[in-house]
């Protein structure tokens, strides 16, 4: 009786995040077709982020011990919302900000994996690490080169790619669990 409850269970998580993965795939597919907008829209949410942990610091300020504390932690509160509040009314200041944050992330990802390749190298198929790093330096060095312009593609595409890869794994992996799970009821009838 358990066996069948718990079989129902996996069924209906599998279920659940095939659909959700299915919605992973949509989601990138728009953000690959429209990269401007996607790059809007997920900057909007860090900026709001950013106001969000400004009205947390400013809550936990009172709850400082000390006048010099509450007035350090009020201040560090009031600028998070100022520069999140700054970054909501400024759009493409916060994509072209964003996007070169992402270029330096890139550019230094890319340079620490292949260091890691040489520290690497003798370990069999080491070479997908360099290869990960020439390419990762690549990509960064072509959006700062290409910056601010490339504000208008990067940052939408590649959380577009992100979704879609993210959104095919879980689909998979949840297909992967109810075949799993199917041979495991198989033998027990």
Not at 50 to 69: C, E, M, N, R, Y
Not at 73 to 92: A, D, E, M, N, T
């Amino acid at each position: 009786m358990a066996e069948g409850g718990s079989s129902e269970i996996v069924r209906q998580a599998s279920k659940w995040s095939i659909v959700w993965g299915v919605v992973l795939v949509v989601i990138g597919i728009l953000a690959i077709a429209a990269p401007f907008l996607a790059a809007i829209a997920i900057t909007a949410v860090v900026a709001w982020l950013i106001v969000f942990a400004g009205i947390i610091h400013l809550t936990l300020a009172f709850q400082a011990h000390g006048a010099g504390s509450v007035i350090w932690k009020v201040l560090i509160g009031l600028v998070y919302i100022c520069f999140g509040g700054y970054l909501i009314w400024h759009p493409l200041l916060r994509v072209a900000a964003l996007t070169l944050v992402l270029a330096s992330l890139f550019l230094i990802e890319g340079i620490l994996d292949i260091i890691l390749y040489f520290k690497l190298r003798a370990v069999r198929g080491s070479v997908w690490e360099l290869f990960n790093g020439i390419i990762t330096v690549l990509l960064g060095f072509l959006i700062y080169l290409h910056w601010p312009s490339s504000s208008v593609w990067a940052l939408g595409t590649l959380v577009g790619v992100s979704m879609i890869m993210s959104g095919l794994t879980r689909v998979m992996l949840s297909l992967a669990v109810r075949k799993i799970q199917s041979g495991v009821e198989a033998p027990a009838k």
